[in-house]
């Protein structure tokens, strides 16, 4: 069965510019998790839904930071004013509950100019 | 300041020998680990886990030991072969009812190599 996929799977932006990170999650997967991973480190946790409440954005390292899930599936991360330190590889995962197996998309690779 | 730490990098191994990748925590609130691999281009697929109510869990040649005194886990690839060659990266999070709580905590990660 499908698996979960990003897009783009690469992005690069200029300094200043927004950019807009998409998640599809596996059909019927009730839990969705965004993951920062920087080069040459893990995946760091951003945030966390259960359906479409964001109940967890502890990780999300400022306010240009946005992440949402209106209808419960498709996810997008949102990320104003991209600066250098913001490129990374951005990892979407999804798990049919909150304790249950995560299963990661390809990630997007985000380059900030 | 990292609470899951995986020290060695990398790890190079012969085909059919044993690869034994570790991880160390800080957190001791942390009572659920697990191990994820990666390939290149691809997100991390889930291994192995292991609830620290128990100190071995084993599914086929992977088998991951949780010595919660020393809050150090490892896994043990027996025999190791040339397709386990990839990132390995231990993961903690809390738990609720023996599963993990959701949130994950990453090590660095270590890249394997098994040559034929």
């Known amino acids: 069965g499908a698996g979960v996929s990003q897009s783009p799977r690469y992005k690069v932006a200029k300094r200043g510019q927004d950019v807009a990170l998409r998640c599809d999650p596996i059909s019927g997967h009730v839990s969705l998790f965004w993951y920062q991973q920087a080069l040459g480190q893990g995946p760091e946790f951003l945030t966390y839904f259960q359906n479409e409440a964001q109940l967890d954005k502890s990780g999300l390292p400022s306010d240009r930071f946005f992440a949402e899930r209106p209808e419960g599936s498709v996810s997008t991360l949102k990320i104003q004013r991209t600066q250098q330190e913001d490129s990374a590889v951005y990892l979407c995962?999804?798990?049919?509950?909150?304790?249950?197996?995560?299963?990661f998309g390809p990630g997007t690779r985000l380059t900030v100019l | 300041d990292q609470q899951v730490k995986q020290n060695s990098p990398s790890l190079s191994v012969q085909e059919g020998r044993i690869s034994i990748l570790n991880c160390d925590y800080t957190?001791?609130?942390?009572?659920?680990f697990l191990w994820y691999k990666k390939y290149p281009a691809e997100g991390p697929t889930f291994l192995i886990s292991?609830?620290?109510?128990?100190d071995k869990n084993e599914d086929g040649r992977f088998t991951v030991f949780l010595n919660k005194s020393a809050k150090h886990l490892s896994l043990h690839i027996v025999p190791s072969q040339p397709g386990d060659s990839a990132v390995y990266f231990c993961?903690?999070?809390?738990?609720?009812?023996?599963?993990?709580?959701?949130?994950?905590?990453f090590g660095q990660g270590t890249i394997l190599t098994v040559h034929p």
């Open positions: 995962a999804s798990s049919s509950f909150r304790g249950d197996t995560q299963y």
């Open positions: 993961a903690a999070s809390l738990s609720a009812g023996g599963t993990s709580y959701g949130k994950l905590t």
């Open positions: 957190n001791s609130m942390f009572d659920y």
């Open positions: 292991i609830s620290s109510i128990k």
